[in-house]
């Protein structure tokens, strides 16, 4: 949000202790330990044997590995905060996957945009520039465990540095697009790019 | 998901300074306010608030709440909130705002959890979640009394049960710790124990929506027994709130 002056006060609102840390929440952000679960409709069940992941679209190579392929690909620990626009945040949490870098490189993209797909039909739409440069990876394990279904195991996609709607759960490909289009929340009202630092939450943000 | 027609960008957006117009206690947990925005506008039955609050050192608390209110009540919205041990926004709004002060809001948001006048429709609502299902209940009650809509509506005690005295036979009550059992007044449906997959079954329908809100587990119980019951995974719309306060 840009500033706006003068400031509002509430009455009799100081907040809850806001020490060392806080600068590690964006605006409008609460810590949160737990992990809550956010999902529009019902769980999908996806068992890794019908899972695979597909880079389609205005590629060079259209590619798609199954659980087992993808599991032999590069992987790296994420260590990261993520933020939800439902308000909160996890500090310091971890995940493990592929990055998108190293799957986007034998695709070979001729598109800026992409849409992200997930088993149920959920999809989110995403920049190239926000999935590449080490920002962006598809995991399958969140703090040494295999990735739980309500967090969208077997694998979801990861860009904490945007709102969390953004990381799709059960992520089954990626479609390269030269165009950008709205994705599922984007066209319910939640804004196309998703920035926690700037607090691009709805639309009019 | 498909099918759903993106919802009117004329939505405010920007903060506003809100005039606490009315506040009324629900239960022992649960109190409606009712605020006045200078730039109002319709919402649609389902979608929410956000609040924020200011300390003088400029730390800043937000949260999002559901609209209990038809957007029939023109120039007001009601949001009922949950007060939450610990919680930081829910517990200033429960012991500190009172009628006359003013509350920095902005809205009406998203449109997916949202009625559009599809019918039939059946709503499950746990403890608070059945905010955002009563703003639906009373928009058709007051728009489009015949359209068959029920809700089934899961609480832990007769005491906290929202809107009691607006729940009539289109309401099925579950009471989820109450052992015995003496009926609630002016609700005819009360059943002792849990929602459970009979119970949906029976009052599933054949087409149309489910809507369904409250906690994880119990979002995510219920939308197994609607998929038992018959229901598509598209004809099933849910909101889960996580831990908030």
């Known amino acids: 949000m840009a500033s706006e002056e003068p400031r509002f006060v509430s009455r009799g609102f100081t907040g809850r202790p806001h020490g060392p840390g806080a600068d590690r929440l964006p605006p409008g952000q609460y810590l949160e330990r737990g992990f809550p679960v956010l999902t529009a409709g019902p769980t999908p069940r996806v068992e890794p044997a019908e899972w695979s992941f597909r880079i389609d679209g205005m590629v060079g190579n259209e590619l798609e590995w199954s659980w087992e392929e993808f599991a032999r690909l590069p992987a790296e620990d994420v260590p990261c905060d993520i933020h939800c626009v439902t308000k909160w945040s996890k500090l310091d949490t971890s995940f493990r996957g592929v990055s998108v870098d190293t799957l986007l490189e034998a695709a070979r993209p001729e598109g800026a945009f992409s849409m992200a797909h997930s088993f149920g039909g959920y999809t989110t739409n995403l920049p190239l520039e926000e999935l590449t440069g080490g920002r962006a990876w598809v995991v399958t394990e969140h703090e040494g465990a295999p990735l739980p279904r309500e967090?969208?195991?077997?694998?979801?996609?990861?860009?904490?540095?945007?709102?969390?709607?953004k990381?799709?759960?059960?992520?089954?490909?990626?479609?390269?697009?030269?165009?950008?289009?709205?994705?599922?929340?984007?066209?319910?009202?939640?804004?196309?790019?998703?920035?926690?630092?700037?607090?691009?939450?709805?639309?009019?943000? | 998901m498909d099918g759903l027609t993106a919802v009117s960008q004329r939505a405010p957006g920007r903060w506003q300074i809100a005039e606490v117009e009315q506040i009324r206690v629900e239960t022992p947990r649960t109190k409606t306010f009712r605020l006045r925005p200078p730039m109002w506008m319709p919402h649609l039955p389902g979608q929410h608030y956000d609040v924020r609050l200011t300390a003088p050192d400029g730390y800043r608390a937000e949260r999002s709440y559901s609209i209990a209110s038809s957007p029939l009540d023109q120039g007001v919205v009601e949001l009922t909130v949950d007060r939450l041990e610990d919680g930081e926004v829910s517990s200033y709004f429960h012991d500190v705002l009172v009628e006359g002060d003013q509350v920095e809001v902005r809205g009406p948001f998203a449109s997916y959890f949202v009625w559009r006048g599809e019918e039939p429709v059946l709503l499950i609502g746990g403890g608070s979640g059945v905010?955002?299902?009563?703003?639906?209940?009373?928009?058709?009650?007051?728009?489009?009394?015949?359209?068959?809509?029920?809700?089934l509506y899961s609480a832990r005690t007769r005491r906290e049960v929202i809107y009691a005295d607006e729940l009539g036979d289109d309401a099925i009550v579950a009471l989820?710790?109450?052992?015995?059992?003496?009926?609630?007044e002016g609700i005819p449906r009360v059943q002792l124990g849990r929602i459970f997959p009979g119970l949906i079954a029976a009052e599933a329908f054949d087409s149309g929506l489910a809507f369904v809100c409250g906690s994880n587990g119990f979002v995510e119980s219920i939308s197994q027994m609607l998929l038992a019951a018959g229901y598509s995974p598209d004809r099933i719309r849910t909101e889960r709130f996580g831990p908030t306060g």
């Open chain 2, 131 to 151: 905010v955002p299902l009563m703003c639906m209940l009373r928009h058709r009650r007051r728009t489009a009394p015949e359209l068959p809509m029920r809700l």
């Open chain 2, 176 to 184: 989820t710790r109450e052992l015995g059992g003496v009926p609630i």
């Open chain 1, 167 to 205: 990381s799709a759960k059960w992520v089954r490909g990626l479609r390269i697009m030269d165009h950008d289009e709205p994705g599922f929340w984007e066209a319910n009202g939640y804004n196309a790019h998703g920035d926690p630092w700037k607090e691009e939450r709805y639309w009019t943000d």
């Open chain 1, 151 to 165: 967090h969208g195991g077997p694998a979801r996609l990861l860009v904490p540095h945007l709102y969390f709607w």
